[in-house]
Nanobody
Framework: QVQLVESGGGLVQAGGSLRLSCAAS????????MGWFRQAPGKEREFVAS????????YYADSVKGRFTISRDNAKNTEYLQMNSLKPEDTAVYYC????????????????????WGQGTQVTVSS
């Protein structure tokens, strides 16, 4: 059974930092694009960042560019999201996701292109 399990969420003050992790099990995602999405209360799920299978290409939403960094460790089948300079508007449930297609470098923010999803981890930023 394929599982993506997020961790690292929590409560932080504005301006602070958090590092999210997403550990995959049940299959390897070394050859697949992985990404992060988030969903705030009452809002639709939105794209945050993605990273190509080899880490060579990254893509960010404008709202997090320059503050968040996505990375991956294929040996550990894990991806990360380093979040700095957090703002109250970053408060949301953060979801890890992976695509089924392999060895692609073209990045996309479309939710429909992601095939595997984690259960999410809550990030709350207080003002």
């Amino acid at each position: 059974q394929v599982q993506l399990v997020e961790s690292g969420g929590g409560l932080v003050q504005a301006g602070g930092s958090l590092r999210l992790s997403c550990a995959a099990s049940g299959r390897t995602f070394r050859t697949n694009t992985m990404g992060w999405f988030r969903q705030a209360p009452g809002k639709e799920r939105e794209f945050v960042a993605s990273i190509s299978w080899n880490g060579g290409v990254t893509y960010y939403a404008d709202s997090v560019k320059g503050r968040f960094t996505i990375s991956r460790d294929n040996a550990k089948n894990t991806e990360y999201l380093q979040m700095n300079s957090l703002k109250p508007e970053d408060t949301a449930v953060y979801y890890c996701a992976a695509r089924r297609d392999r060895f692609t470098t073209t990045q996309t923010s479309a939710i429909s292109t992601y095939d595997y999803w984690g259960q999410g981890t809550q990030v709350t930023v207080s003002s």
